[in-house]
């Protein structure tokens, strides 16, 4: 009866495993129900803030022309998605309000229409106004995705295309928006083509030229940050910060170049007290999905950027900002001393961070919103006022990031698989000692060890829940749910206790749900690396983990129906032997001896083999993420 259980926990950990690898949105697409807010119908399930590593682009231009079919594109900076549903909008309408779609969405090979006509408040809308994916994107995702939308034959105003988009059934983000495509010119002004508006009457080319000048020469008379960092101006620089004193005021320069499928982003400086973000002063220059570039004087609150007590303004003057041909650029000033509590002395010796994203905000009075499009770069030494010439930094390795990832596959991949095959398959081996209970032991107290340094770890480095909702939350659960195992451990009864049975089934069910749940957290982990920058991780460590789900699952399947079959008769006592009882002989503990040889090789070689292939994989995974690097803005 005890192996039926035990093959049936296996069963149903499989069926686990399966549900968390295949996590992902409907597979059929968005339901009407979806075309209001655009929000997926997954029960149960929030919409992620912000755009995270997605973009919407098109190839409309700044107004579009009636009855004319252009090209749309979702693409992704980082983790790939598996799920679409985009409607051409007004642009008058904010984030999260609820419109018609207008225009017309051609589908093609795993896309479809959703026809929201009969959906409340969105009567006599176009049925094919609105598309989705009709089965899992690329099968497995993908990172780019384009398709063919025509304008409505009448204007429609104003129009933004804006696409929901699922990276998985939990993780999802809504209404993303492209940059705003005027309606069609009427044809009676047809030769006063609609003007391009910005903050101020900057021109669209030579967008920050000369902002490297000063920055070098006998002496220089400013201090520059450039990346790369032999790039000589915008021309050929994707990020650059300057400053230098004016008066009682620090005059500052934000530049950066956001890439041919970024419409919207922003180029940030970090003023750190010490040398982690948190806790900041942050000067920022922010293109939104209007089209409209601000200089923004912001902080960093813990984890989170927030506006400035003042307003996103406050304390700054002299505000020139300019845009074109995917680059920004920001000129302003902000006070050496403001009188703030909050705010510091910009006089003093402070920690600089120099941080980008190409993909900004979707108004001009909020804060940034989303991750750095790389892991910012920390100014080497500290930076004052008054400091000139060319500055440098480096970008972090995240290693504690790293190292707890390291870890738990060590734990995880390696000790836990094997520890649990001791004590699962390895009983009736040994005759003479409990070799199988003190191997079992010995690494489950190593997988328990390693498990809580990895967990102190990563809160130590992050210093709060991950924005990445599922590898938290499950990741919280493994921690729980093997930091208990011990403890119930030395609580259990005797082996000969009636009640024993009821321990065995509790410990082996809680050691079963750890393992598969933590198998998931890695799946999801690995989306977390690439979020916050490790873009060289690829999808190698992910085929890497599958495939040892592929070698170790069948493994435990196959045993556990061996056990089953040979033997059926199997007395609960004969799987027993555990540490001893105080007064507890050796003959209650040791295991009867195997009844065939051919029993004993078998369990023995197919043990090898599991070691050694879990040897093999963990290896393989702590090799990737050692070498995986944070991108710099010298790549």
């Known amino acids: ?31 009407a129900a979806a075309c209001g807010n655009m929000v997926p119908q997954h029960s149960g399930v929030t919409a992620q803030s912000g755009d995270g590593p997605y973009t919407v682009t098109t190839n409309i231009g700044a107004s579009y022309n009636l009855s004319t079919t252009y090209t749309v594109t979702v693409q992704s900076s980082g983790a790939v998605f598996i799920g679409i549903f985009c409607q051409a909008r007004s642009s008058s309408v904010t984030r999260g309000g609820t419109t018609p779609g207008v225009g017309t969405f051609t589908t093609a090979a795993g896309l479809r229409h959703v026809d929201c006509v009969s959906q409340p408040g969105l009567t006599g809308t176009n049925p094919m106004a609105a598309i989705t994916h009709s089965s899992r994107l690329g099968g497995t995702g993908v990172t780019t995705l384009s398709f063919d939308w025509t304008s409505p034959s009448t204007s429609a105003g104003d129009l933004v295309m804006r696409c929901s988009v699922v990276q998985a059934f939990a993780t999802f983000y809504t209404q993303i928006p492209s940059a705003v495509f005027m309606g069609p010119v009427p044809a009676e002004n047809a030769t006063t083509p609609p003007p391009v508006t910005f903050t101020t009457q900057a021109a669209v080319t030579g967008v920050g030229a000369g902002i490297l000048d000063d920055c070098s020469g006998s002496p220089p008379t400013k201090f520059c940050f450039r990346r790369p960092s032999t790039c000589n101006g915008p021309s050929n620089c994707t990020y650059i910060y300057t400053h230098r004193i004016v008066g009682v005021n620090l005059a500052v320069e934000l530049f950066a170049r956001l890439g041919v499928a970024a419409r919207t982003g922003w180029a940030a400086v970090a003023y750190s007290r010490d040398s982690t973000m948190g806790d900041d002063n942050v000067l920022a220059c922010d293109v939104n999905s209007l089209g409209t570039v601000t200089a923004k004087n912001l902080r960093n609150v813990g984890r989170s950027n927030v506006l400035h007590s003042n307003g996103v303004d406050a304390f700054l003057s002299n ?39 190409a ?277």
């Open 1 to 31: 009866m005890a192996i039926q259980l035990q093959f049936v926990a296996v069963v149903l950990v499989i069926v686990f495993l399966t549900s968390s690898i295949s996590v992902e949105a409907r597979n059929t697409g968005a339901p």
């Open 319 to 357: 505000v020139v900002t300019s845009r074109g041909n995917n680059q920004i650029y920001c000129s302003f000033e902000r006070p050496l001393v403001t009188g703030e509590t909050n705010d510091f002395d910009l006089n003093d010796p402070l920690t600089y961070f120099y941080g980008m994203r």
């Open 359 to 635: 993909a900004g905000t979707a108004s001009a009075t909020e804060a940034l919103s989303g991750r750095h499009e790389v892991n910012p770069e920390q100014s080497t030494q500290t930076v004052t006022a008054s400091s000139v010439g060319f500055g440098d930094a480096s970008s972090s390795s995240r290693a504690a990031v790293k190292a707890h990832g390291i870890l738990m596959v060590i734990a995880w991949v390696l000790l836990a698989p094997v520890g649990m095959f001791f004590a699962r398959y390895m009983r009736k081996v040994w005759v003479d000692k409990p070799v199988w209970f003190l191997a079992h032991r010995f690494l489950m107290v190593c997988v328990w060890l390693i498990t809580c340094a990895a967990f102190i770890l990563i809160f130590s480095d992050v210093g709060r829940f991950t924005e990445h909702t599922a590898h938290g939350v499950l990741g919280i659960i493994v921690f729980v749910l093997c930091f208990v195992q011990p403890w119930l451990a030395l609580v259990r009864c005797h082996p000969g206790d009636e009640r024993r049975f009821l321990f065995n089934h509790i410990h082996r069910g809680i050691g079963t749900i750890a393992l598969s749940v933590c198998y998931s957290t890695f799946y999801f982990g690995l989306d977390a690396y690439k979020e916050i920058g490790f873009s060289n991780l690829g999808d190698g460590a992910r085929y890497t983990w599958i495939v040892w789900l592929a070698v170790c699952i069948p493994i435990w399947i196959a045993f556990d129906i061996y056990q089953c079959c040979a033997s059926p008769q199997e007395e609960e006592g004969d799987r027993d032997m555990e540490m001893k009882q105080k007064g507890a002989e050796d003959k209650d503990d040791k295991p009867p001896p195997p009844k065939r040889l051919e029993d004993w090789r078998m369990r023995t070689a197919v043990f090898a083999i599991f070691a050694i292939a879990s040897f093999a994989f963990a290896l393989t995974l702590c090799i990737q993420i050692g070498i995986a690097s944070i991108g710099s803005g010298d790549d």
